[in-house]
């Protein structure tokens, strides 16, 4: 991979729905790529049912399921009245009736009413039976801030599902992945929280047709020998702009974008890590009981004898989510991630 | 066509049984039982005489160590089998986990409904050998997946019917009330049968609904049946009402059903702590399996054959339960870590690598020290 490659595209004018199916490799917004891949596997399979608030004639706030009203009709595409926890509660039983349904939670800060249904029931219908029944069930959640937008609607629940047993929890930064992930996500027999960069939304990128990433990879994006900096969601981005910027002043950077958070492709963050020596994690989620504290724990485990120094997080504070006004100095930008690398690098404390 | 109930009044508290055991008039209800034979009269007898006996087992096995707790029914018998046996094989209950008398009319072995309770397993079957899910320890979360059960039934087509079973209890918890909003706005062909016993633990019913249950449901747009519940032919005849009404697209009905739990919470609780001795003693006077007998018997129909086939029934039924469960194996160490998920997940199954390799390092004995 080059370094240019790593370049965030300026975002073409991309207009219309996507092409049904898609059979070659297209340009698509992010929020385009998730509408193709639903389309596809509502296409692929009757069972695939959506639920969620505002989804059909309006498409979603963030308009991801447009057009799918009117292409699958309204036992498909359910408009449901708003309570979380009856989103997720009657996606259980749908689920019992051997469907697999697709939730659309509005904003990440609005999931908690729908906890309960999520880590008591959705996660361990499968151990709780022995098997017996399964939750093929998808939970769509736009999460992330740095779009100035009211409280609630900025955050990153993340850790909280990676540390509920029976779900699989992915975050994706890009078109093509948005696309795959979410197919796989929904031809999964397990329940997947599938979390989706809200500030990423319109970012165009090329889509191919083929499912090339398995649920549960991380995924290099571009390779270096200096530090290994771990991102996720929408800071992939943010890290490979860092990651060019340290370039500059001659560090490498290996940038890996974590896509699953539970499980974590240890083998692909040990590998780089027992090559760089260094490692730094990023989130915007707050600090404490965070991913990055889990990640780095484990690497420290794995290959301690490989660490050239402490393994450094560059994550949002430990604050509720702040004020639109404030956000900037909340979220990891590509100043604290350079800033994260000196102090790994002991170039500062 | 189906009357809308509040209150407390005795004039719309539907029943066909006085608890003398006579057969009452109801317009409501009577079209609904018009075929219901001595011989089903009998069988239901039989039911309630053995889902009892189940429950002094348990309790007995649990006071001899056996069982780590057990939620008895003693009381509710007539609401359980009533409303179990108005229901098709290709119904699906959704239960809270004191329906135990709803599991033996599904089908569910008594070995099987322990397992939970002897903490074997967190689930005694597989739910869809019995139509009817793995019950809901948190309190009305149930209810939910009853109605998503039945809005696919209705994408579908099908003819099914979804039933919940929760508490007074369960009535003040939210998903209770989203469930009914779902359910209203899909039309979804689903039942909730609250069993109104009296007592959440400790809390009496005032204290989660000082206006009464049965009048909630309206106001959700849910039509609302409140029914003698330890009058089995009222029960069966109400939860009849509702299923036809769901199988026709009528959409759910919610149904209450007034009885009481004459014992404890579970065997973990005291109620002598809490509720007067003498409101036990009145509900006493309308137990459900009397007031049977006593119709039965004012039939001809309460004949020593029954006495000793139930008696017979009941017996072979406590034995098997017990031979079931005190034979019941400690599930192998490595399913501590089976089934947390579907398809391979490298984390767990790292997990449970290291812990086979742990286990394996105290060989020959082959288990922890």
Same mark, same amino acid.
């Given at each position: 991979?080059?370094?240019?490659?790593?370049?965030?595209?300026?975002?073409?004018?991309?207009?219309?729905?996507?092409p049904v199916p898609l059979t070659e490799t297209t +340009?698509?917004?992010?929020?385009?790529?998730? /509408?193709?891949?639903?389309?596809?596997? *509502?296409?692929?399979?009757?069972?695939?049912?959506?639920?969620?608030?505002?989804?059909?004639?309006?498409?979603?706030?963030?308009?991801?399921?447009?057009?799918?009203?009117?292409?699958?009709?309204?036992?498909?595409?359910?408009? %449901?009245?708003?309570?979380?926890?009856?989103?997720?509660?009657?996606?259980?039983?749908?689920?019992?009736?051997?469907?697999?349904?697709?939730?659309?939670?509005?904003?990440?800060?609005?999931?908690?009413?729908?906890?309960?249904?999520?880590?008591?029931?959705?996660?361990?219908?499968?151990?709780?039976?022995?098997?017996?029944?399964? *939750?093929?069930?998808?939970?769509?959640v736009p999460f992330g801030g740095g779009i100035g937008?009211?409280?609630?609607?900025?955050?990153?629940?993340?850790?909280?599902?990676?540390?509920?047993? $029976?779900?699989?929890?992915?975050?994706?930064?890009?078109?093509?992945?948005?696309?795959?992930?979410?197919?796989?996500?929904? #031809?999964?027999?397990?329940?997947?929280?599938?979390?989706?960069?809200?500030?990423?939304?319109?970012?165009?990128?090329?889509?191919?047709?083929?499912?090339?990433?398995?649920?549960?990879?991380?995924?290099?994006?571009?390779?270096?020998?200096?530090?290994?900096?771990?991102?996720?969601?929408?800071?992939?981005?943010?890290?490979?702009?860092?990651?060019?910027?340290?370039?500059?002043?001659?560090?490498?950077?290996?940038?890996?974008?974590?896509?699953? &958070?539970?499980?974590?492709?240890?083998?692909?963050?040990?590998?780089?890590?027992?090559?760089?020596?260094?490692?730094? !994690?990023?989130?915007?989620?707050?600090?404490?009981?965070?991913?990055?504290?889990?990640?780095?724990?484990?690497?420290?485990?794995?290959?301690?004898?490989?660490?050239?120094?402490?393994?450094?997080?560059?994550? $949002?504070?430990?604050?509720?989510?702040?004020?639109?006004?404030?956000?900037?100095?909340?979220?990891?930008?590509?100043?604290?991630?350079?800033?994260?690398?000196?102090?790994?690098?002991?170039?500062?404390? | 066509?189906? %009357?809308?109930? @509040?209150?407390?009044?005795? #004039?719309?508290?539907?029943?066909?049984?006085?608890?003398?055991?006579?057969?009452?008039?109801?317009?409501?209800?009577?079209?609904?039982?018009?075929?219901?034979?001595?011989?089903?009269?009998?069988?239901?007898?039989?039911?309630?005489?053995?889902?009892?006996?189940?429950?002094?087992?348990?309790?007995?096995?649990?006071?001899?160590?056996? &069982?780590?707790?057990?939620?008895?029914?003693?009381?509710?018998?007539?609401?359980?089998?009533?409303?179990?046996?108005?229901?098709?094989?290709?119904?699906?209950?959704?239960?809270?986990?004191?329906?135990?008398?709803?599991?033996?009319?599904?089908?569910?072995?008594?070995?099987?409904?322990?397992? !939970?309770?002897?903490? @074997?397993?967190?689930?005694?079957?597989?739910?869809?050998?019995?139509?009817?899910? +793995?019950?809901?320890?948190?309190?009305?979360?149930?209810?939910?997946?009853? @109605?998503?059960?039945?809005?696919?039934?209705?994408?579908?087509?099908?003819?099914?019917?979804?039933?919940?079973?929760?508490?007074?209890?369960?009535?003040?918890?939210?998903?209770?009330?989203?469930?009914?909003?779902?359910?209203?706005?899909?039309?979804?062909?689903?039942?909730?049968?609250?069993?109104?016993?009296?007592?959440?633990?400790?809390?009496?019913?005032?204290?989660?609904?000082?206006?009464?249950?049965?009048?909630?449901?309206?106001?959700?747009?849910?039509?609302?049946?409140?029914?003698?519940?330890?009058?089995?032919?009222?029960?069966?005849?109400?939860?009849?009402?509702?299923?036809?009404?769901?199988?026709?697209?009528?959409?759910?009905?919610?149904?209450?059903?007034?009885?009481?739990?004459?014992?404890?919470?579970?065997?973990?609780?005291?109620?002598?702590?809490?509720?007067?001795?003498?409101?036990?003693?009145?509900?006493?006077?309308?137990?459900?399996?009397?007031?049977?007998?006593?119709?039965?018997?004012?039939?001809?129909?309460?004949?020593?054959?029954?006495?000793?086939?139930?008696?017979?029934?009941?017996?072979?039924?406590?034995?098997?339960?017990?031979? $079931?469960?005190?034979?019941?194996?400690?599930?192998?160490?490595? @399913?501590? &870590?089976? /089934?947390?998920?579907?398809?391979?997940?490298?984390?767990?199954?790292?997990?449970?690598?290291?812990?086979?390799?742990?286990?394996?390092?105290?060989?020959?004995?082959?288990?922890?020290?």
């Amino acid at each position: 991979m080059t370094i240019e490659s790593l370049r965030s595209s300026p975002a073409p004018a991309v207009n219309g729905a996507p092409p049904v199916p898609l059979t070659e490799t297209t +340009t698509l917004t992010l929020a385009k790529a998730i /509408n193709a891949g639903l389309r596809r596997a *509502m296409l692929d399979d009757p069972k695939v049912v959506l639920l969620g608030e505002d989804i059909g004639a309006l498409g979603g706030v963030f308009r991801v399921t447009s057009d799918l009203l009117a292409e699958f009709g309204p036992n498909r595409v359910i408009d %449901t009245p708003l309570a979380e926890s009856a989103i997720i509660g009657t996606a259980v039983g749908l689920a019992y009736r051997g469907y697999r349904p697709v939730c659309e939670i509005q904003f990440d800060g609005f999931i908690f009413p729908g906890f309960d249904q999520i880590v008591s029931q959705v996660a361990r219908f499968h151990y709780r039976t022995q098997g017996a029944v399964r *939750m093929p069930i998808t939970i769509r959640v736009p999460f992330g801030g740095g779009i100035g937008a009211a409280e609630h609607h900025s955050e990153s629940p993340e850790a909280y599902f990676t540390h509920t047993s $029976g779900l699989r929890v992915v975050a994706v930064s890009n078109p093509q992945d948005a696309y795959g992930l979410i197919r796989q996500a929904i #031809a999964s027999d397990d329940p997947v929280l599938y979390f989706e960069p809200k500030r990423r939304y319109h970012v165009a990128g090329p889509v191919s047709p083929q499912l090339d990433a398995p649920l549960e990879s991380a995924r290099v994006v571009a390779a270096g020998t200096d530090v290994t900096l771990l991102a996720y969601g929408a800071l992939v981005t943010t890290a490979s702009d860092a990651a060019l910027a340290a370039a500059d002043e001659g560090v490498s950077i290996e940038v890996i974008d974590l896509r699953s &958070l539970s499980p974590v492709d240890y083998a692909v963050v040990e590998a780089s890590v027992r090559k760089t020596g260094r490692l730094v !994690v990023t989130h915007e989620a707050a600090r404490s009981g965070g991913l990055g504290g889990e990640i780095i724990a484990e690497i420290t485990e794995r290959c301690f004898d490989y660490l050239e120094a402490a393994p450094v997080r560059v994550t $949002g504070f430990d604050i509720p989510y702040p004020p639109a006004k404030l956000e900037s100095h909340h979220l990891p930008d590509l100043d604290r991630m350079l800033d994260g690398v000196d102090r790994v690098l002991g170039r500062r404390r | 066509m189906h %009357t809308v109930l @509040t209150g407390e009044t005795p #004039a719309i508290f539907l029943q066909l049984l006085s608890p003398d055991g006579v057969r009452m008039p109801s317009a409501e209800l009577d079209p609904w039982v018009v075929d219901v034979t001595g011989d089903d009269l009998a069988a239901l007898y039989r039911d309630m005489v053995v889902v009892r006996r189940i429950d002094a087992e348990a309790t007995a096995l649990q006071r001899q160590g056996e &069982l780590g707790l057990w939620p008895p029914l003693l009381g509710q018998e007539a609401a359980q089998i009533g409303s179990a046996r108005a229901l098709r094989a290709d119904d699906f209950v959704f239960s809270s986990y004191r329906e135990n008398a709803v599991a033996w009319c599904r089908g569910v072995s008594p070995t099987d409904i322990l397992r !939970v309770w002897r903490g @074997t397993a967190q689930s005694g079957w597989d739910p869809f050998d019995h139509g009817m899910a +793995t019950p809901s320890i948190i309190i009305g979360a149930q209810t939910l997946h009853a @109605t998503g059960w039945a809005m696919g039934a209705r994408f579908d087509g099908a003819d099914s019917v979804a039933v919940a079973y929760f508490g007074d209890g369960a009535t003040s918890e939210g998903d209770v009330s989203e469930a009914l909003v779902f359910a209203a706005s899909f039309q979804a062909p689903v039942v909730f049968f609250c069993q109104n016993n009296h007592w959440a633990i400790s809390e009496p019913v005032g204290l989660q609904a000082p206006a009464g249950i049965a009048g909630r449901a309206p106001g959700f747009g849910i039509p609302s049946l409140r029914i003698d519940g330890n009058d089995v032919l009222a029960v069966l005849a109400a939860t009849r009402l509702a299923l036809h009404r769901a199988r026709t697209g009528g959409g759910p009905t919610f149904i209450e059903a007034v009885t009481y739990r004459m014992g404890p919470h579970t065997t973990a609780d005291d109620p002598t702590r809490y509720r007067p001795a003498a409101e036990l003693e009145e509900w006493a006077k309308r137990d459900p399996i009397l007031r049977l007998r006593r119709l039965l018997d004012s039939l001809g129909r309460f004949t020593p054959e029954l006495v000793a086939e139930s008696q017979a029934l009941a017996d072979a039924t406590a034995a098997e339960l017990r031979a $079931g469960c005190i034979g019941l194996p400690d599930p192998e160490p490595l @399913t501590v &870590l089976a /089934n947390v998920y579907a398809t391979p997940h490298a984390g767990v199954d790292r997990q449970r690598a290291e812990y086979a390799a742990y286990l394996a390092s105290f060989e020959p004995t082959g288990g922890k020290p």
